[in-house]
């Protein structure tokens, strides 16, 4: 297979198609790392449980995770515009496959806990990189389209990989899992300097990098896209902290656990290109605000005694409507972004959503152990302030500015 540079690419502000040789490429190297993934996301918290690690353990595991991420993420972004997107972006998945074999022969919660938090620093040197390269791959007008794809290569992973981690680990006990998970990150690894040279148009695959971290990065639409990004990322937070325990201890299996986390992806993988396409003609605002307010609706629905096939079916709605708002979201990030800062506006993204992410997964890992539904109904709660927020004519007046000037719709 031939491999795709960046100079190939569209220059930003053309018009022309979303489909490429790389834009494909650079959505398939995501896809199959999130299958590696997503082998293990919802074996991690039950294998430290097993190893003896309490509830509020588990949740510090994904804090450690997220707290490192964040702190990683402007150095990751930094180092992206510097050095290219996609020399960062194999390390990153080399790191991450190397770390997931790691967990093999850990046995206390305090190793547990250290490791997650070397795997955030590693996991903030993946998407990041990723989605600044696909910003530059895509032209101006498609940009939430293009993030969708990616996102829907994401979502893929996620829709594959958590069912058959969770059957091999029924089956073969949890070892194979986290095997196969660091050979697909591996693959993907090696995948990116194959197929998705980091030639960035400069001598030598440098870029220059103007001014400090922050040049650029924190106009009044980039922080609203930031501190949306970090509103939506709660519920993650919340999923990733107690979602394992939640369905094992309402009564579902393995099976339906890895069930669970296929039905929130598949909506993701239908719709996010679509809903992107639809943000980039008409506007972001109504996505978002619609897509939050329902979003809020699901999560106060988990607070209740749903039964185990119940959640399955749930997180088909949880998946659609926040794909909705946060491919959105993704858009207005994509309008207002610099060309020459891409990597770090994404990176401050990433912090963004790690840092709500963070937040919701320290508080619920606590909260759990005073009633399951407790976690969920706090991200129902952040989520209505958010919405509440939307509606200020400070919000409305960003995004009607944006659909005047073009930019998102």
Partial sequence: MQSVTEQEAPAVGRRGGVYTSATLLLAAVVGLSFIGLGFVMPLRSLYAREAGASSGEVGLMASSFLLASFLAAPLAGWCSDRFGYTRVLWIGLALRGLITLAYIPAGSAVFFIALRAVD???????LPPARALMNGLAPRDRQGEALGMLSAAQMGGVLLGPPAGTFLAASLGYSPSFVVASVALY????????????????????????????????????????????????????????????????????????????????????????????????????????GTALAAVVY?????????????????????????ATSAVDGLLADHAPPDARGRVQANYSAAGTAGSFLSATVAGFAYAIAPGVPFVLVSVVLLVTVAALLLPGPVRVFRLSTVTGLSG
């Fill in 120 to 126: 955030g620093a590693a996991a903030a040197a993946v």
């Fill in 187 to 290: 693959l993907g690894a090696l995948s990116v300097p194959l197929f998705l040279r980091g030639r960035t148009g400069m001598r030598g695959g440098v870029r220059p990098v103007s001014g400090s971290p922050l040049t650029g990065t924190f106009t009044r639409p980039l922080v609203l896209a930031y501190l949306l990004r970090g509103a939506l990322a709660m519920p993650g937070g919340a999923v990733v902290a107690v979602w394992s325990l939640y369905m094992l201890d309402r009564g579902g299996s393995l099976v339906l656990l890895g069930l669970s986390f296929t039905a929130f992806a598949v909506p993701s993988i239908l719709l996010a290109p679509l809903v992107g396409r639809l943000s980039d003609t008409y506007g972001r605002y109504w996505p978002i605000l619609l």
């Fill in 300 to 324: 106060l629905a988990y607070g209740t005694e749903l039964s185990p096939m119940v959640l399955v079916i749930t997180s088909l709605l949880e998946g659609a409507v926040l794909t909705a």
